[in-house]
């Protein structure tokens, strides 16, 4: 029986021994999983970060080819002004004064969808000069000192920065 006991003692110290093996092994794959984990959540993380700044270079090339091209597009309201502007007559026929009625509404169906996309007018004549909104091409004598008189082209803001001054006559008095 003693031997029995001997060898039953043996087994418990041997299994005891493979129990402390196995709690080894499990705590090393625990470190391991735990350090998998920590360096995927930092990728993911990395990866989210890297998506969003695509994300955002992609929106300001957009908006810079949006800008660009609704430049173009002011010198097409600029020849419908100028056109709308020709046939501003006395003694227009019925037939001219539709032409001009069609191009005053392609003009403003025009100018509404570039508004759509954030182009607005910059107000000019009866204002205030200001260098930011404003180029001044011509002084003319009156009361009124840094006055705006006229309007010679007009300027555009879009999204709230000016993509082209309003070109005017701007009022000093010479006192």
């Known amino acids: 029986m003693e031997e029995q006991n001997k060898i039953n003692n043996e087994e418990k110290i041997k299994e005891e021994e493979k129990i402390k093996e196995l709690e080894k092994k499990l705590e090393e794959a625990e470190k391991l999983k735990n350090d998998y984990l920590e360096g995927w959540q930092r990728e993911r993380a990395e990866f989210l970060n890297f998506q969003k700044e695509i994300k955002k270079r992609n929106e300001e090339i957009i908006k810079k080819a949006n800008e660009d091209i609704i430049k173009d597009l002011l010198t ?43 182009l ?56």
């Not at 600029?78 to 001219?96: A, Q, R, W, Y």
């Not at 000192?145 to 709230?160: F, M, Q, R, T």
Request: glycine content about 8%; proline content about 3%.
């Open 120 to 175: 607005k007018e910059i107000k000019s004549v009866g204002e205030k000069f200001n260098p930011i909104y404003h180029e001044a091409l011509e002084i003319i004598k009156g009361e009124e000192d840094d006055k705006i008189a006229e309007e010679i082209i007009k300027g555009y803001e879009l999204n709230g920065k000016v993509i082209r001054p309003a070109k005017v006559k701007v009022i000093k008095n010479n006192k």
């Open 76 to 118: 097409v309201l600029d020849s419908f002004d100028i056109s709308i502007n020709s046939l501003n007559v006395e003694g227009l026929t019925p037939t001219e004064k539709n032409i001009r009625r069609g191009i005053e509404l392609i003009r403003e169906q025009m100018l509404n969808v570039l508004e759509q996309k954030g």
